[in-house]
């Protein structure tokens, strides 16, 4: 019998028994580093915990839950209570576990070996890792130096590639742009296939491409529990789009894939929007109080709609600055090592007091 393990000096080292797909050989797996810190800023998570009420009323209704039972495999009530939100019908509201999941399943649906996948980098790089796992092809544009979107690369890439799936992220991770009403239309208008805008951290920005949703357009957008809705341990999003799109993910998606915790967990939230609202108002001050704080050291800052903001440092190396910061206890993400974003650094808007150590800090690094 063959083992999948080799003995050594007491480690049993994993031998790959059984090969992996050629396609999945050379890819790496996603990560978020993590490490012990006083001050956690480096993973766009809400900095305060959902209202207390809100913790009450899931308890109650958690133990009236037949758990012996499968869930509503269909999560009517969840879809119903996110389309009241929107003021859509429930047959445009697909939920999954975290809008990550709503990716894949568009990916599973919409993509696929011999199909190709557009993004514009640097952006969110799930859209192109899922892309890639379904076996699709992945066509990354450029962005200008700036980050905003190229339309003449646009252009170019949707012309050449012809992509089933188009990305578009507003406001972007990493950059924190967001993406204005136009170009959002010029990419509608020019792509061949469907248009997904990740609107993870939409709450914050200006404007929401969920006012272009239609019928008649090949548009969905996606969104999340876990940033303003502050449930990221609850593993909730969902994507807002034509109801044929829908349906189609709803053949594709595992059957009861939203546990009877979670569905209850949503359905719930949205009781509190008055709460979301108020805290996404303190973190977009708390972002322009950090954005201020920044542009008045030695960084170039990037505009940010969202809740985190990425800067530069113009005369310190990114990864030195980031190792002053966990220096100090202070963790943010070093995106100064990955393609088009040399010695940039993303800080999540935290509490007002978490901020205020930060901008000490990094005076203190940068003075
Ligand atoms: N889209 C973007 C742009 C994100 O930044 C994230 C979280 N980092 C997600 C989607 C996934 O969020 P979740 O799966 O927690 O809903």
């Known amino acids: 019998m063959r083992s999948g393990s080799a003995e050594r000096g007491g480690y049993r080292d994993p031998v790959p028994a059984v090969p992996v797909r050629d396609d999945l050989r050379a890819l790496e797996g996603y990560h978020s580093p993590q490490v012990e810190v006083r001050v956690r800023l480096n993973t766009n998570e809400s900095p305060t915990a959902p209202p207390a009420a809100w913790r009450d009323a899931l308890a109650a209704e958690l133990s009236r839950v037949e758990w012996h039972r499968y869930p509503d495999r269909s999560a009517t009530e969840l879809r119903r209570s996110i389309a009241d939100v929107h003021g859509v019908d429930p047959g445009q509201v697909f939920a999954a576990n975290g809008s990550n999941e709503v990716l894949q399943t568009l990916l599973l649906t919409y993509a696929g070996p011999g199909r190709r996948v557009a993004t514009f980098e640097p952006t969110y790089q799930l859209h192109g890792h899922i892309a890639r796992l379904t076996g699709a092809a992945v066509v990354e544009g450029e962005r200008h130096p700036d980050f905003t979107l190229d339309l003449t690369e646009v252009d170019r890439v949707l012309g050449e590639a012809a992509p089933s799936v188009t990305f578009l992220c507003s406001p972007n991770n990493p950059t924190g742009r967001e993406e204005p009403r136009a170009n959002v239309e010029a990419v509608l208008a020019r792509a061949p296939g469907l248009v997904v805008v990740d609107e993870a951290y939409g709450q914050f920005a200006s404007w929401s491409a969920l006012e272009l949703v239609d019928e008649d357009r090949p548009l969905v957008v996606t969104r999340t529990f876990s940033k303003t809705w502050s449930m990221a341990a609850a593993r909730l999003g969902y994507l807002v789009g034509p109801s044929w799109l829908v349906a189609e993910l709803d053949k594709v998606v595992l ?62 190396r990114g990864r030195e600055v980031w190792q002053g910061l966990l220096d100090r206890s202070i963790l943010v993400r070093d995106c100064s090592g990955w393609p088009r974003l040399a010695d940039c650094l993303r800080v999540t808007v935290g509490t007002p007091d978490e901020n205020g150590e930060f901008l000490t800090a990094m005076q203190e690094i940068l003075g």
Request: aromatic residues 8%; proline residues 5%.
């Open 255 to 316: 059957p009861y894939h939203l546990d009877a915790a979670k569905q209850i967990a949503g359905r719930l939230a949205v009781r509190y929007a008055g709460d979301m609202e108020r805290r996404v108002r303190q973190i977009v001050d708390q972002r322009e109080r950090i954005s201020a704080g920044l542009a008045a050291l030695d960084t170039e800052v990037f505009p940010s709609g969202a809740n985190f903001v990425l800067f530069r440092p113009r005369h310190r």
